[in-house]
């Protein structure tokens, strides 16, 4: 089945021409089909680019996905046109009555403050909140996992004397588990992040499990059973040419950076770059897409009562 997303939302034009199947919101009305309610919190920079990367793997599930872009009702974006934004984006204020089976929290170019430091953190904690009673699961990305380990369990980061940055290789420490069915041993991941969260930090009493690890880059993938959550720290939604575009733009903005490590050809930056994390990054998201139509309620609305239930009783 198709993604079903805006009908003129500019990733509709890329998707096509690399023959995702895109379902239109005036044919879907047509089936008698409940999709995966799948939300996205995009915090990232160039929302254009992210909707269309996170899109993309998304719509490669047979199921077919509903896909509804959020945004902070207090914080303007700065780097997105105020069209697209009120266009395509709802208010996460709009939406906080309804229930989404899965919801996904982006990074953000905020790594290097504190968290508390951000301007949208409170905005965003009650967001994390909401999750655990109108969510089924959660994935987090880069610097949104970041914060969100640290708002439910208290796991700091650290910053790095230099950015991480590049494709490294990772291990597949949980061949077993759903999420990473298919997997290789061994593969690689783009990571671009000036900070990082340690293994010797993770709470041992709260059944958080670590999934994938490199040597050189640290953890990147955590399952956290009780919060119902992926945390990935690094970039496995990046298209081939992220990393080459970020180099060569703090090249232009005469800023300290090195050649992204393991990614351009004989380390030329004159050369294509290759997309070797393609293949596991549609495995991640259609694990996570299955996981989620496994377990989810038929019923929207029961969603999120057992959370309810519990915290009641507290």
Request: overall charge negative; glycine content about 4%.
């Amino acid at each position: 089945m198709p993604i079903k997303i805006p009908d003129n939302l500019p990733a509709c034009r890329t998707l096509e021409a690399e023959g995702v199947s895109i379902m239109r919101e005036t044919d879907a009305v047509r089936q008698d089909i409940r999709p995966m309610r799948i939300g996205l919190l995009n915090l990232m920079p160039d929302k254009v680019r992210t909707e269309t990367q996170l899109a993309r793997l998304l719509g490669c599930s047979p199921l077919q996905v509903e896909l509804t872009l959020v945004k902070l009702t207090h914080h303007i974006a700065r780097n997105t046109s105020a069209d697209h934004m009120a266009s395509f984006y709802r208010d996460w204020e709009a939406v906080r009555d309804e229930k989404f089976d899965g919801f996904i929290v982006t990074g953000a170019p905020v790594e290097t403050l504190p968290y508390e430091d951000v301007t949208y953190w409170n905005e965003l904690t009650r967001i994390f909140d909401w999750t655990q009673t109108n969510v089924h699961r959660c994935l987090h990305i880069c610097w949104g996992a970041m914060a969100a380990i640290y708002h439910f369990h208290g796991v700091p980061k650290h910053l790095l004397p230099a950015k991480m940055f590049g494709v490294y290789r990772h291990r597949n420490l949980a061949p077993q588990s759903t999420y990473l069915r298919g997997f290789s041993d061994d593969f690689s991941i783009p990571v671009s992040r000036w900070s990082e969260v340690r293994r010797e930090d993770l709470p041992r009493d709260r059944d958080i499990r670590v999934l994938m690890e490199s040597d050189e880059a640290g953890l990147c993938l955590l399952e956290d059973a009780r919060a119902r959550s992926l945390y990935m720290f690094n970039h496995i939604e990046y298209d081939g040419s992220s990393l080459s575009e970020e180099y060569f733009r703090d090249l232009q903005a005469s800023k300290p950076v090195i050649a992204p490590h393991d990614y351009f050809p004989n380390g030329d930056p004159g050369k294509q770059p290759l997309n070797r994390w393609r293949s596991h990054a549609y495995l991640l998201f259609g694990n996570w897409i299955n996981e989620i139509y496994q377990t989810t309620p038929f019923d929207l609305a029961a969603i999120g009562r057992e959370e309810m239930r519990r915290q009641a009783a507290a």
